[in-house]
């Protein structure tokens, strides 16, 4: 294997770590937060700053990060808004630019923004990726425990003065850029998938969050490059790959967790 | 006289046309053991809620004189009773450092587990939260509240939810704390023995200010009845409490 050969194998490797890696752990905090749609509402407000970037002409990649970042910025806001529920703002608001975008978007490009796909992946979309994801990976396990109390009991943490709304901003932000790094390889529709489901599994038979956190992101790994590898030989589209692993992981572990469950 | 640690004045709360609390106005000192009793919704939670800076939405002013190490001890959790998170892994949230989370020390254990086993629940340290009683929660809590050498701290029913026997111990446990700790104690409670036995300072709320001062001077048959509405066993209940007493 010459040097040539040698990096273009490690693309495939470094979006797989960071993206099975980092968003499974977003996924423990979204799972403790009860928040499963928040994901769901960035991916649909980047979807509207793809489709602008589209019709505008300007880089994907920055229509992506722009909208991200607006994400984050909106929800953290409309969340201060007792009145108004989360569940019911994305119903709302997200909808609405989810059906704005897919009338931007070109048709022939629609199923590759909704379901993902390798082609259009440049190597500095992999490069980024693995700096967002880094940043994420670090800053949530860094300080794990700050984010897990202020998520798990934010009156109680607030008594101990730790500014809620401050790791709270910073959490909307990470799952933003979490999102949006994800976004060209899985799609818009399946990119929360990859965040709930390998969490959920970890779920499943761990009994504290540290183990719960480190089987998320084993789990979430071993999706991405059991799905890539699929892909590749399958020559299917990325997201509904990857996401189809993930959920026989699921299952797999569903079945078994409940097997030992009856003979224990 | 002792020091005064928190002032609240007029302290005001409602929402739409609905007036939970007004014109509420009493100081809170060291040493204090203050009962906040009630009626449900006459706003007790909201009231040690905005002393907390929990609750902002309030009109009139709660003055804190000076800064004290503080802890709370909710009513109840809302969690997802099947999250996995150990009794051990909730205390490490604030015990030790942002290492220690992921590798605790055997020193960091150790004072965990003594925390709890000073109430009695020593066995439950690797149980998940969602795994616990009612009980063995509030007791969890309570144990919580200690951990970072609190001042003052606030009670929302510590016994709520409790049988009898329980509660007698938890209310004990908590008397043999503020002796041991010097602390400054406020509870909301409905039991009106406990109040008796317990209090050196009661405040009484039906939306207004009903009565404050000690359990002995304020609660008086006509305060109770402002406070409590027709309630048969009101007398019955201070007539027991005298002879109590006597």
């Not at chain 1, 923004?113 to 500095?124: D, I, P, Q, S």
């Not at chain 1, 990726?129 to 794990?144: E, G, N, P, Q």
């Not at chain 2, 929990?54 to 000076?66: A, E, S």
Request: hydrophobic share 50%.
């Amino acid at each position: 294997m010459n040097w040539l050969e040698l990096l273009n194998n490690i693309y495939p490797i470094l979006i797989s770590l960071s993206l099975g890696l980092s968003l499974p752990l977003i996924g423990v905090f979204v799972i403790l937060r009860r928040e499963a749609l928040l994901s769901d509402a960035v991916a649909h407000i980047i979807l509207l700053g793809i489709a602008l970037s589209i019709t505008f002409k300007i880089n994907a990649l920055l229509g992506i990060l722009v909208f991200a970042l607006l994400a984050g910025l909106v929800i953290s806001y409309l969340k201060g808004k007792a009145n108004l529920g989360l569940d019911a703002i994305i119903g709302v608001f997200f909808t609405t630019s989810l059906a704005l975008g897919s009338l931007l978007i070109p048709s022939e490009e629609l199923l590759e923004t909704f379901l993902g796909g390798v082609e259009n992946l440049t190597r500095g979309d992999v490069l980024l990726s693995t700096v967002l994801a880094a940043l994420i990976i670090i800053t949530l396990l860094v300080k794990f425990r700050s984010f897990a109390f202020t998520s798990f009991a934010p009156d109680l943490a607030k008594v101990d003065k730790i500014n809620v709304k401050k790791y709270e901003m910073v959490f909307v932000l990470l799952l933003s850029l979490g999102v949006a790094m994800g976004i060209k390889l899985v799609g818009t529709l399946l990119i929360s998938a990859l965040i709930i489901i390998p969490a959920a599994t970890a779920k499943l038979f761990s009994f504290q969050i540290r183990t719960m956190t480190g089987w998320s992101m084993i789990f979430g790994l071993l999706s991405v490059l059991l799905g890539l590898v699929t892909t590749t030989t399958l020559q299917s589209p990325p997201g509904p790959t990857i996401i189809l692993v993930s959920a026989g992981i699921f299952f797999l572990t569903f079945v078994l967790t409940s097997i030992f469950r009856k003979h224990h | 006289m002792a020091e005064k640690i928190i002032s609240v004045k007029n302290l005001g709360f409602g929402f739409g046309k609905k007036q939970i609390l007004k014109n509420v106005s009493f100081d809170i000192s060291e040493g204090d053991i203050l009962a906040i009793i009630g009626p449900n919704g006459a706003g007790k939670t909201i009231l040690i809620r905005s002393i907390l800076g929990l609750n902002d939405n309030y009109t009139g002013d709660i003055v804190w004189h000076k800064k004290l190490e503080t802890s709370y001890v909710p009513q109840k959790m809302s969690f997802e009773k099947g999250f996995p998170l150990t009794v051990k892994e909730f205390f490490l949230f604030e015990i030790g450092n942002d290492l220690n989370f992921w590798f605790p020390n055997k020193k960091k254990e150790d004072e965990i587990k003594q925390r709890l086993d000073d109430v009695k629940i020593g066995h439950l340290l690797n149980e998940r939260l969602g795994d616990l009683s009612q009980g063995e929660m509030q007791r969890m809590l309570i144990a919580r509240s200690l951990l970072e050498n609190p001042k003052i701290i606030f009670f929302d029913e510590p016994a709520a939810g409790i049988d009898i026997s329980t509660e007698e111990t938890v209310y004990n446990l908590l008397y043999d704390l503020y002796k041991k700790l010097g602390l400054t104690m406020v509870m909301v409670s409905h039991e009106l023995s406990v109040v008796y036995r317990f209090a050196t300072k009661v405040v009484c709320l039906n939306k207004d200010l009903v009565c404050q001062g000690t359990p002995q001077e304020a609660l008086t048959p006509e305060t109770l009845q402002e406070v409590f509405g027709h309630h048969a066993s009101v007398h019955r209940h201070i007539n027991n409490l005298e002879h109590d007493h006597q």
